[in-house]
């Protein structure tokens, strides 16, 4: 099956989403690579299904432009996005691969055909090139979750990396837990040094773990309303003043000393883990930096736990970090090759679920439970979120997506405490079968369900009048 890495499921990028956003852009970047610039008069791309329904509310339409624009995700300026794309309009032109001028009118070659989809998956879009001898070439391409993407024709993340411990199932993940006798983490560190040395794999850990604490200090600093037309009000920022008030602080590091030292109260502390959550995702839904993990849309989940364990955790050291995002990139590994992580596939359960599945599995691996707890932790976690729908309002990711990271951090914790205080041998249902148990639901949900905007919140919540 597919050889994923930690660093496939935690990418970092911008804002939306990581399967609208991220994933186009990918694609749009792949495109320009595997065509002769030389020849290129002209392009143009087709957006289907939930690409189309959705895509303006992800920015789908700028994301595209971007990765052919020859911008990258990881190291674009966040606040240049929106001058590149008023240059792209106003010119009609596109910098394509950053190395050719070409005509571009995003009005005319961007075309969404909200009626149609491609075969393959519900996130489909057609990328032709056409070239001055009157030739040319077209490529689809799909973007199937977490900002992975396929191209039609070719297996999913297909690998040819021999992995010391190949792990597909959880069984398979306990077995080499049992036969090695260690923790999850220190398997898949291990299967990590396949493809980094044991250098590189630490210092990318903690730089994942550096971007994904300056985002939520932006979030916790920026105020005013999030783009997009519904008028949502950022709700990070007066929080974390009204929780820090008179606490003088510096920059991050010292933010995060002053947060440590404060009260800690259940109260006080489920308030934090909150905020952490919403400064994370709005600053996602402000186009901002984030990581995907396992998703933008639910970019929150996995950064709030960990900073509830940075902290508040008595027992916090700094490798917890590097063991965390180990342990939360293999769970989340195992629900992506056993069921999905894209919501325009499985809804909502298949992202704020299963990323508050890694991070209670995380979690529980940091406050000393066995691999065995961690497995459970993450079960929990993902039973209650079975058969959440997405139904993002306006196709924004704010309502109601924002909140639910919020709900999936709180979950993710619970579920780790319960873990840790019961023997997971007397466990009534394994990790495999609620992962079995989430595709099936994913196969039974109303499309109407999956990312489009066509049911549940979406469509009783008039634009621009959501209570937030």
């Known amino acids: 099956m597919e050889r994923i890495s930690v660093f496939d499921i935690f990418k970092i990028g911008v804002g939306p989403s990581s399967s609208h956003t991220m994933g186009p852009w990918r694609a749009a970047q792949r495109f320009v690579r595997e065509i002769d610039l030389e020849k290129v008069v002209s392009v143009q791309v087709d957006l289907f299904g939930s690409l189309a329904k959705t895509g303006k509310g992800h920015g789908t339409d700028l994301a595209v432009q971007l990765g052919l624009n020859g911008d990258d995700p990881v190291t674009i300026p966040v606040e240049s996005l929106e001058s590149t794309i008023r240059q792209i309009s106003l010119t009609r032109q596109i910098n394509l691969g950053a190395k050719r001028q070409i005509p571009f009118d995003p009005e005319r070659d961007l075309v969404f055909h909200f009626d149609q989809s491609?075969?393959?998956?519900?996130?489909?879009?057609?990328?032709r090139a056409f070239y001055q001898n009157g030739e040319g070439v077209s490529h689809n391409y799909y973007s199937v979750g977490?900002?992975?993407?396929?191209?039609?024709?070719?297996?999913?993340l297909a690998s040819d990396f021999h992995l010391p411990f190949p792990i597909d199932r959880g069984?398979?993940?306990?077995?080499w837990c049992v036969g090695e006798g260690q923790s999850i983490s220190e398997i898949v560190f291990r299967n990590e040094l396949t493809w980094r040395s044991e250098d590189l794999i630490r210092a990318d850990l903690m730089n994942i773990w550096s971007v994904m604490k300056h985002c939520i200090y932006k979030g916790c600093h920026t105020d005013g309303l999030l783009p997009g037309g519904l008028d949502v009000a950022r709700r990070a920022a007066p929080l974390s003043r009204k929780l820090l008030i008179n606490k003088p602080y510096r920059n991050v590091d010292e933010w995060i000393t002053q947060i440590s030292r404060g009260g800690h109260s259940f109260q006080e502390i489920l308030k934090w883990v909150s905020c952490f959550a919403l400064a994370v995702n709005e600053e996602n839904a402000a186009f901002g930096r984030v990581v995907t993990a396992p998703t933008n849309g639910a970019a929150g989940v996995i950064p709030a736990v960990l900073m509830y364990h940075v902290c508040f955790s008595e027992r916090y050291v700094e490798d917890d970090i590097v063991k965390f995002l180990l342990t939360a990139g293999e769970l989340g590994s195992l629900f992506k090759k056993?069921?999905?992580?894209?919501?325009?596939?499985?809804?909502?359960?298949?992202?704020?679920?299963?990323?508050?599945?890694?991070?209670?599995?995380a979690l529980t691996e940091c406050l000393g439970g066995s691999y065995a707890q961690a497995m459970m932790a993450a079960e929990i976690a993902m039973e209650h979120h079975l058969g959440m729908t997405c139904d993002p309002i306006g196709g924004l990711v704010q309502v109601p997506c924002i909140e639910r990271n919020t709900m999936g951090a709180i979950k993710a914790i619970t579920a780790s405490q319960i873990a840790l205080e019961s023997d997971p041998s007397k466990a009534?249902?394994?990790?495999?079968?609620?992962?079995?148990?989430?595709?099936?639901?994913?196969?039974?949900?109303?499309?109407?369900?999956k990312e489009t905007a066509d049911g549940g919140l979406a469509v009783q919540i008039p634009l621009g009048l959501a209570e937030c």
Request: glycine residues 12%; hydrophobic residues 40%.
């Open 118 to 127: 491609l075969p393959y998956h519900a996130n489909g879009l057609t990328f």
């Open 146 to 156: 977490g900002g992975f993407v396929v191209k039609e024709g070719e297996e999913d």
């Open 171 to 175: 069984e398979e993940l306990r077995d």
């Open 338 to 361: 056993g069921a999905t992580i894209s919501a325009a596939m499985g809804g909502c359960q298949a992202e704020i679920g299963v990323s508050s599945a890694m991070a209670a599995a």
């Open 428 to 449: 009534k249902v394994s990790l495999d079968a609620v992962i079995k148990t989430m595709k099936e639901t994913a196969a039974d949900m109303n499309t109407k369900y």
